[in-house]
């Protein structure tokens, strides 16, 4: 799987997020977005991670970006992880993998000495024409927001 670079389109996408609102890439038509994917909800590094981006939520919206958490959970458990910890964005429910797909970040992992298949943490910055601006595939998880703030444009 090819996983989307700078300068790809995104292709068009939908999904339910964790209040079964129907989220479509075309909703941030003209819109700077960022998405971020995640392995599995409430574990210490995903919620690390979302924690840091819902701590700097401000900061990005100040700069003009929408924010969207993407992983393979279901709605229930997404909706459990954003209720426990008071997420001010849309995290999507990807059970079918398509957007996974689209983005092109499943793939070969390795825990604890064991090979898995899985989804690779990745964050994409996507402008206001749906073209990816950046991409961020060594995701500090305790301080991502600066990774993600660290040169966007304004």
């Not at 997020?17 to 075309?26: F, G, P, R, V, Y």
């Not at 983005?103 to 690779?120: A, D, T």
């Not at 996507?126 to 304004?154: C, M, P, W, Y």
Request: a positive charge; proline letters at 3%; charged letters at 25%.
């Amino acid at each position: 799987m090819n996983i989307l670079k700078v300068g790809d389109k995104v292709s068009d996408f939908s999904s339910l997020d964790q209040h079964s609102n129907t989220i479509k890439l075309t909703d941030f038509s003209g819109k700077k977005l960022i998405v971020f994917f995640y392995p599995r909800a409430n574990t210490p590094g995903c919620t690390a991670q979302a924690c840091n981006l819902r701590d700097s939520y401000g900061d990005l919206i100040s700069k003009g970006y929408s924010l969207l958490g993407v992983s393979a959970d279901s709605i229930k458990n997404q909706k459990s992880f954003s209720d426990k910890f008071n997420f001010p964005f849309s995290l999507l429910s990807d059970t079918d993998h398509k957007i996974i797909n689209i983005f092109g970040v499943w793939g070969p992992k390795k825990f604890r000495g064991k090979e898995y298949e899985g989804i690779n943490r990745t964050t994409f910055v996507i402008n206001e024409n749906g073209f990816v601006d950046r991409v961020i595939d060594k995701v500090k998880t305790k301080d991502h927001a600066s990774q993600i703030l660290e040169n966007l444009s304004i």
